[in-house]
């Protein structure tokens, strides 16, 4: 089955703890994202990558990093800088960045909660 | 700064009613248009593409209107599974490397 998994699917972490949430697709997609959500808000995009050891930020990356070291993985570390971590984080891919193939697929998400 | 913007409803409609909803985009150079439909607590799942010439799948139509800046979803004969929240989603000018724009959606539900 083609698809994009993200684990886990729920995540507790203390304050002031790093934590990364993991993607992979088996899609042979170029192009990943990783976006947050929030009640009541439209997903806001972190960082996205558009081809293997490459990646650029989104609108909100502060207090997030990641990497790109194989096609098949982007993920994503929220840092104890991350004022306001708790949130649904989805993960996504499509065929490229550019042009009519931006279509994106989503993962089902990891809830992560800091206490 | 692009912004997409739609009623965030609930619109609660009939099973069997048709039921359409529009979305407006801010930027003009924007060039690819989609709907997506979340289910509550579930991961957006890609409904339709919208092309400049419109296109329907089944019970759902969706249109682009370039000059107006919007674009509309139409379903008719509604499902109580289509009970969802749809998200408009707009891509992207001049090389579409920063992602798609997401709506804050639009909350449908559809009674007995």
């Known amino acids: 089955d083609g698809g994009i998994t993200q684990s886990p699917k729920y995540l507790f972490r203390k304050e002031g703890q790093n934590v990364t949430l993991s993607c992979e697709q088996n899609?042979?997609?170029?192009?990943m994202y990783w976006y947050r959500q929030d009640p009541g808000q439209g997903l806001r995009l972190i960082y996205y990558?558009?081809?293997?050891?490459?990646?650029q930020k989104g609108d909100i990356a502060e207090g997030y990093s990641v990497s790109r070291e194989k096609k098949e993985s982007f993920p994503l570390t929220v840092t104890s800088a991350q004022k306001n971590p708790t949130a649904f984080y989805l993960c996504?891919?499509?065929?490229?960045?550019?042009?009519?193939?931006?279509?994106?697929?989503f993962g089902p998400g990891t809830r992560l909660t800091v206490l | 700064r692009k912004e997409v913007e739609q009623d965030p409803g609930p619109f609660n409609v009939p099973e069997g009613a048709t039921v359409a909803f529009n979305c407006t985009y801010s930027?003009?150079?924007?060039?690819?248009f989609f709907w997506y439909r979340q289910d509550c607590r579930k991961e957006p799942k890609l409904l339709m593409s919208?092309?400049?010439s419109g296109n329907e799948d089944g019970r759902f139509t969706a249109q682009l209107n370039r000059a107006s800046q919007y674009i509309s979803l139409l379903i008719r004969d509604s499902k109580l599974s289509d009970s969802a929240t749809y998200l408009c989603?707009?891509?992207?000018?001049?090389?579409?490397?920063?992602?798609?724009?997401f709506g804050k959606g639009t909350h449908l539900i559809i009674q007995p």
């Open positions: 996504a891919s499509s065929i490229s960045a550019a042009g009519s193939y931006n279509e994106q697929f």
């Open positions: 899609l042979n997609h170029d192009a």
């Open positions: 990558s558009q081809i293997v050891n490459d990646f």
């Open positions: 930027n003009s150079a924007s060039q690819s």
């Open positions: 919208v092309y400049s």
């Open positions: 989603v707009v891509c992207c000018s001049g090389g579409g490397a920063d992602g798609l724009t």
